[in-house]
């Protein structure tokens, strides 16, 4: 009895004891976040009182004035004068000086064919002929006329006798053989560039078969395409600047002749603009990079780089007392460097365009260009 009294009270002590011990621990961390918590609210005081240094910016004064305005497309060069050289008969090539490259002036002989086969029916055409005259001759004494003289009879009685003799159809074929010996000589219709030769000498040629092409390298234009929203800026007599995609560096300058008046079925329009400073580099069927060229007058404009993009909407900052101020604006227009504001700045406006890009509202900033030029 008294051992199961002993091991009674023993559990109760172990009990207290444990409780006891809980107890205070949980005393303990309670004084630790405490102290926590008052550490971490100094820290924080402590951080508001440490000024943070300002962001530095470049800024840039609102221009208005006429904005150069610009628009993009692709176009195809070609050659605004160009010729197929043709052969206009059948045979054999036995004369062609020709290399592509080569310049060529017109009436300049390009080709030859073998003729042996016209001149010898251009002989016989001569004989032929020549006897239907000696015929003519005779019927013209013989109906009272004088040999020779086709005035010593009247005008009904000579046709009537031409056409006995045999004259009239003599002096066609005669003509018609030198004709067919006169397509043998392949001649420059203009004066130009040969491109697309691939015929060599001893080939045979077709009737119309194709030799090259003679272009007019001075004397370029090209081919583009607008969406019909750029279309409506365009207009015959704009001026453009192209460049080959190949050498962006090699620029030159055009103007628009015409445009189609009906959009495509793609939804694009045509556009057809001369070139007027061909460079010696450019060749037909070059791709090149066409930009257009308005100036719209009295726009508000800033450089491209003021423009930021928050939540979706276009954003511009402006420096006022040393602060960056939000400002939400609509683009009218753009180019290359520049943009034109209809909504959202003031001519008097200083706008952030440099170091700005992950200001907030309302940030201190400091200004590395205080007295701003505007842009040229």
Not at 335 to 346: M, R
Request: net charge neutral; with cysteine; glycine share 6%.
């Amino acid at each position: 009895m008294f051992a199961k009294i002993k091991t009674a009270y023993f559990f109760l002590f172990s009990y207290q004891r444990s409780l006891f011990l809980i107890g205070l621990f949980g005393l303990s961390l309670a004084g630790c976040s405490a102290g926590s918590t008052e550490a971490g609210a100094a820290a924080e005081q402590a951080l508001e009182r440490v000024p943070l240094a300002p962001m530095r910016v470049r800024v840039a004064l609102v221009e208005r004035g006429a904005f150069a305005l610009s628009r993009f497309a692709t176009g195809t060069l070609s050659y605004r004068h160009q010729a197929q050289v043709r052969s206009m008969a059948a045979g054999m090539l036995t004369y062609l000086p020709l290399r592509n490259g080569q310049r060529v002036q017109r009436g300049e002989l390009l080709a030859r064919l073998d003729d042996s086969a016209q001149r010898l029916a251009l002989a016989q055409a001569q004989t032929a002929f020549q006897e239907a005259r000696t015929e003519l001759n005779g019927l013209l004494v013989e109906y009272g006329g004088k040999d020779g003289d086709t005035l010593s009879v009247s005008a009904r009685i000579l046709e009537a006798l031409k056409v006995k003799s045999g004259y009239m159809r003599s002096y066609h074929a005669l003509r018609q053989a030198e004709y067919q010996l006169s397509l043998t000589r392949i001649v420059a219709v203009q004066s130009g560039m040969v491109a697309g030769l691939s015929l060599k000498e001893n080939q045979f040629v077709q009737v119309q078969q194709e030799l090259c092409l003679l272009v007019s390298d001075q004397d370029m234009q090209v081919v583009f395409h607008l969406l019909e929203s750029e279309a409506l800026i365009a207009e015959v007599g704009m001026p453009l600047s192209l460049a080959p995609h190949a050498q962006p560096n090699l620029a030159t300058r055009g103007v628009i002749e015409s445009m189609n008046p009906l959009v495509e079925s793609n939804g694009l329009v045509r556009v057809l603009a001369s070139v007027q400073s061909v460079k010696q580099s450019l060749l037909g069927g070059m791709q090149v990079r066409v930009r257009l060229e308005k100036n719209i007058a009295n726009q508000r404009f800033v450089p491209r780089s003021a423009l930021l993009e928050r939540e979706g909407r276009a954003v511009v900052f402006t420096l006022r007392q040393g602060r960056a101020h939000w400002n939400e604006v609509k683009v009218a227009y753009e180019n290359e460097a520049q943009i034109a504001i209809s909504e959202g700045l003031q001519d008097t406006d200083t706008v952030l365009v440099e170091g700005h890009e992950t200001l907030a509202h309302d940030a201190t900033v400091e200004v590395l260009n205080p007295k701003p030029r505007q842009q040229p």
